[in-house]
């Protein structure tokens, strides 16, 4: 499809991709949108029904947490996953 017409990420989908990516820049320019990823940022969306900040915090990017903790992510969430 021409890039013309792909149809835009959702927030979502921006912030599964940055985390993905470790792209510190792409959620820095999240914050403006804290308050509709208040309910994303902790969703286990990640391996092992992980929420992003448990699906990061073994790459040694203190930039990367750091980030997520400026959107809201929960220090205490653990994965989800049931073993």
Not at 14 to 33: I, K, N, Q, S, Y
Not at 34 to 62: H, Q, W
Not at 64 to 78: H, S, Y
Request: glycine share 8%; net charge negative; hydrophobic share 45%.
């Amino acid at each position: 499809m021409p890039e013309s017409r792909r149809m835009p990420l959702s927030l979502r989908e921006r912030f599964m991709t940055a985390v993905r990516d470790g792209d510190v820049a792409a959620l820095h320019g999240m914050l403006p949108e804290r308050a509709e990823l208040a309910a994303t940022v902790n969703e286990p969306l990640f391996g092992f029904d992980s929420p992003a900040l448990v699906a990061v915090a073994g790459r040694g990017r203190v930039d990367l947490v750091d980030a997520l903790l400026e959107l809201g992510a929960d220090p205490n969430r653990r994965s989800s996953w049931w073993a």
